[in-house]
């Protein structure tokens, strides 16, 4: 089946550093979304990417989707402590999977001030 | 204001019962789904419902069985026959499948 990895697993930054985490699909996605979770919440969403090499920004996070649809990365700038929080890519299959969402396994992000 | 409710936030059982985790939602999603998420290892989808009346099992549903008599309704039962059952439960929906999902706060099991 559709398995999305996601590395790296953990990541501690000092605030204002740079911070990446990177995506893989063992299959071509129709689409990936990307999701935060604060400590003890839930995932909220932050956007989907539909189109291969599509490139969105938000403020000071860039999300990437690779040509070939099959990984897709996210970065942020200058990390706050606001950032803090775990970051899933679900990448959404095609053909007859229905389309179901296959979450990664999320990279927990600690921002020291 | 709209959005998912799901209850109690904590839940103790005994081994060997059953338990059923409540989800309601006012967004008039089509789509509801149910997710365990354990440390580690992401959310892996037990249940899903894109419709009224139906259902269609996830990546992991054993040991688990749903129901969606209402469209803002989809209780999850954790039965006796789940190995594990001890997990963070989070109930989503979307107004259709290739739609953002959007999560409620969880319902945190603990099974002894």
């Known amino acids: 089946g559709q398995q999305v990895m996601q590395i790296p697993q953990y990541q501690h930054v000092q605030e204002g550093e740079d911070f990446t985490t990177y995506c893989n699909s063992s299959?071509?996605?129709?689409?990936i979304q990307w999701y935060k979770q604060r400590p003890g919440g839930h995932p909220v969403f932050l956007i989907q990417?539909?189109?291969?090499?599509e490139v969105k920004k938000q403020k000071r996070l860039t999300f990437q989707f690779g040509e070939a649809k099959k990984n897709s990365s996210l970065h942020i700038t200058a990390t706050q402590t606001t950032d803090v929080g775990t970051y899933f890519c679900?990448?959404?299959?095609?053909?007859?999977?229905?389309?179901?969402?296959?979450f990664g396994q999320g990279t927990i992000l600690t921002v020291h001030p | 204001d709209g959005g998912i409710t799901q209850s109690p936030k904590y839940l103790f059982r005994k081994e060997g019962q059953n338990v059923t985790l409540s989800c309601e939602q006012n967004?008039?999603?089509?789509?509801m789904y149910w997710y365990r998420q354990d440390p580690g290892q992401g959310l892996r989808l037990i249940y899903y419902?894109?419709?009224?009346?139906?259902?269609q099992k996830g990546d992991i549903a054993e040991g688990y069985s749903v129901s969606r008599e209402k469209k803002e309704s989809f209780p999850l039962t954790v039965t006796s026959a789940q190995k594990n059952p001890t997990a963070f439960y989070l109930c989503?929906?979307?107004?259709?499948?290739?739609?953002?999902?959007?999560f409620g706060p969880g319902t945190r099991l603990t099974v002894t």
């Open positions: 419902s894109q419709i009224v009346n139906d259902f």
């Open positions: 990417l539909v189109k291969s090499g």
């Open positions: 299959t071509t996605l129709s689409n």
């Open positions: 679900a990448g959404r299959g095609g053909g007859t999977s229905y389309g179901k969402l296959t």
């Open positions: 967004l008039n999603h089509d789509a």
């Open positions: 989503a929906s979307s107004a259709g499948t290739y739609y953002e999902q959007y």
